[in-house]
């Protein structure tokens, strides 16, 4: 059957699974960057939050430095779950997540690629961005790699839970809120262990202890994560 | 919901899927796809349930929905890049090659948000003629394209057909293919 | 081995009748025993040399933890059937379990705080339980949420399921996280909502509610599962030969 050969033909020049992966991730990259001021958004909002603090509390600084790894957390929490809302809704709205569905290849990875992609376009940005607020709010000057070790650990893990989430919800209208009801109760070890380390980042004492369950997290995340969102997008799409 | 249903389509065959608005004509694709699932009846690819092995049988298969799946941001090349790259490489001169099959020759730098329904239209005809693949599923191809854009899908349709491939294709009204090679399916709301 | 019975189970007629007939075997031991716990444990039991009286809410708050998380697991167990064998009568059974799991998590929340009062004092500790419970409390929020967001009821099931099946996994880690949270703040002057010392007259009445309170909530289960079996069915022939008399 002369189509069979066709697809003979096609077969041999497959590209490996990691490629298709690398091909997703660099294609959310180069559409995010065709867009670059919406990058800034989650950045603007994470540091506005954070100054809403101390606001609203005091602007001593020796009295905003024990809270400040809980403020800076809640507002990486907060700052990744509205960038989260935009992971899927794109492509299922246009169609590409089907053609993803469709392609034969390995959902999962497509998944995770652009999970990770979404990753490095917000969670990485916010630790980075961290220790600035967190001088702001009295962090010392020795704590600040830390800080932003434990934050790029931590929006990692968040990006892949929250994934789970919005591919749950990618068809359900104004599904911001209920989003962010699914994903911070389950987030909620991450936020102990994470505040935790930044804490001790802040204190000046090792804080390997929280950040290796923190990074535990991550493995199972990074393990579960993708097959969860790919089967609840092949929900979203029957 | 669709009932009562039995097709079969060979190798070298299309089959055109009518009905109105309603009747099921998408459903039916994407069942066919392997996307619904199906409480009763089974779809069978070289005889075998395309459920035992969906990827393999995902790769066999090019659909394409109402709407071309194209990104507003990326030019016409980079769509077709990063779409037809998830299942084959293809290269620069692949590309341009099949954009001047689908007569939009000179638009492979453009940005797709420049494009008219009927451009972006042909750009999907073009990522179909790329794939390769021996099974089109076409959810109204030719939405948006005038009359040269119909003749085009016709015969990119009639030389997939006479090389082997199969073709169905939920169209509203006819396509100039040879009635020889055309099936008709015809499904009714109830 | 044959699994008959099993797949007989996915017939919803049939899962109705076995309902229908199995909910008084549930209901009267549950009832019996609930009655039964509650007299020994509130008459007969002596009063704790620490607590007082006050540790007799425990014959109520420590069976709503455990069921609040027994519902839970048979929530997530009951999705996951749904999704590996395509029942729809495993989803039946997880969208009854959730309203009721729901309201066990939010008894165990207000009789801990009715607790809280005569021991700390405060109507709310950040207590570990406690701390989890709310947690739980959400999870079932979500659950529930996420069902009403989608109007295919196919498409709320399975959705549903996969929550039900991720939460369930992070169950532990919430509780361990918090527990672990707990440990590091503690505050000199919190009293754990912790069971006193047991001596077995106190500990019978306790195995009493745990046996009536899971009696009784499958006794409530099966009635919620035939409300959602007729919601789910009401278009198919066979509802008519049961519903009219």
Redesign the interface.
């Known amino acids: 059957m002369s189509a069979a050969a066709a697809t003979v033909a096609s077969r041999t020049e497959v590209p490996p699974a990691l490629a298709v992966a690398w091909l997703a991730l660099a294609r959310d990259l180069r559409l995010a960057f065709r867009k670059r001021e919406q990058l800034i958004q989650p950045l603007a909002f994470f540091v506005i939050v954070t100054a809403l603090f101390p606001l609203s509390i005091t602007p001593e600084l020796g009295e905003l430095r024990p809270i400040a790894p809980g403020v800076l957390w809640v507002a990486a929490l907060l700052s990744s779950l509205l960038a989260l809302d935009f992971l899927f809704r794109d492509d299922a709205q246009d169609g590409t997540l089907e053609q993803y569905a469709l392609s034969g290849r390995s959902l999962t990875w497509l998944l995770f690629a652009k999970t990770a992609a979404h990753w490095v376009l917000t969670g990485v940005p916010l630790a980075l961005i961290a220790p600035l607020t967190g001088v702001a709010l009295g962090a010392p000057g020795y704590s600040l790699l830390g800080i932003v070790v434990t934050i790029a650990t931590g929006t990692l893990a968040l990006s892949l839970l929250g994934s789970i989430g919005a591919a749950l919800t990618v068809g359900v209208k104004r599904s911001g809120v209920l989003l962010s009801l699914l994903t911070l109760p389950l987030a909620v070890p991450i936020l102990i262990f994470g505040a935790r380390a930044t804490q001790l980042a802040i204190r000046n004492e090792s804080f390997a202890a929280p950040l290796e369950l923190l990074a535990a997290i991550v493995v199972l995340c990074l393990t579960l994560a993708p097959l969860a969102a790919a089967a609840a997008v092949r929900i979203s799409l029957e | 919901m669709l009932r009562g249903l039995a097709l079969e389509v060979s ?1 070298g065959q299309m089959l055109q899927v009518v009905g109105k608005n309603g009747a099921g004509k998408t459903s039916l694709l994407r069942a066919l ?1 392997g ?3 199906l409480e009763e009846g089974r779809v069978l690819w070289d005889g075998r349930d395309v459920r035992a092995d969906l ?7 090019t ?1 394409l ?1 109402h ?8 030019t016409v090349d ?1 769509n077709l890049r ?2 037809v ?6 290269t620069l001169p692949q590309r341009a090659s099949a954009l001047e099959t689908a007569g939009i020759a000179g638009l492979a730098e453009r940005l797709v948000r420049t494009l008219s329904a009927g451009q972006k239209r042909r750009v999907a005809l073009a990522a179909l003629t790329l ?5 089109w599923l076409l959810d109204e191809p030719t939405t948006h394209l005038d009359a040269s854009g119909h003749q085009l899908v016709a015969q990119l349709i009639e030389q997939h057909v006479r ?4 073709a169905i294709a939920a169209l509203h009204h006819d396509i100039p293919v040879s009635a020889q090679l055309v099936r008709r399916l015809e499904l009714s709301a109830t | 081995m044959t699994w008959t019975w099993f797949h007989r189970l996915g017939s919803p007629p049939h899962v109705y009748r076995l309902a229908e007939r199995l909910t008084p075997w549930f209901a009267w031991p549950a009832g019996l025993l609930i009655v039964g716990a509650l007299y020994g444990g509130l008459v007969l039991a002596p009063p704790d040399y620490q607590q007082g009286d006050g540790f007799r809410i425990m014959y109520a708050h420590v069976p709503c933890a455990w069921m609040s998380l027994m519902v839970y697991v048979t929530m997530a167990t009951a999705s996951a059937v749904g999704l590996i064998w395509r029942m729809k009568v495993a989803y039946a059974v997880a969208a009854s379990c959730a309203p009721i799991g729901a309201s066990f998590t939010a008894a165990t929340l207000m009789t801990g705080m009715l607790w809280g009062r005569p021991m700390w004092g405060t109507y709310w500790e950040w207590d570990p339980l406690l701390t989890s419970e709310l947690l739980l409390l959400f999870l079932y929020l979500g659950y529930l949420g996420l069902r009403s967001s989608f109007d295919d009821m196919q498409r709320a099931d399975r959705a549903s399921a996969v929550l039900a099946v991720v939460g369930v996994v992070n169950v532990p880690i919430i509780h361990f996280s918090v527990y672990w949270w707990n440990s590091l703040h503690q505050a000199p002057s919190v009293m754990k909502l912790g069971a006193p010392t047991i001596a077995l007259p106190m500990l019978i009445p306790l195995l009493m509610m745990f046996l009536g309170f899971t009696l009784y909530f499958i006794a409530i289960l099966l009635v919620r599962l035939r409300g959602e079996v007729l919601r789910r069915e009401r278009s198919a022939s066979w509802i008519r030969e049961v519903v009219t008399p």
């Open positions: 190798a796809c996307m619904l699932y990827p393999s049988f995902h790769a066999s298969l659909y929905g709407e071309p799946p194209l990104k507003a941001d990326l980079e990063y779409w790259g998830l299942r084959r490489r293809v794939f390769a693949a021996p099974l090389a082997g491939g199969l």
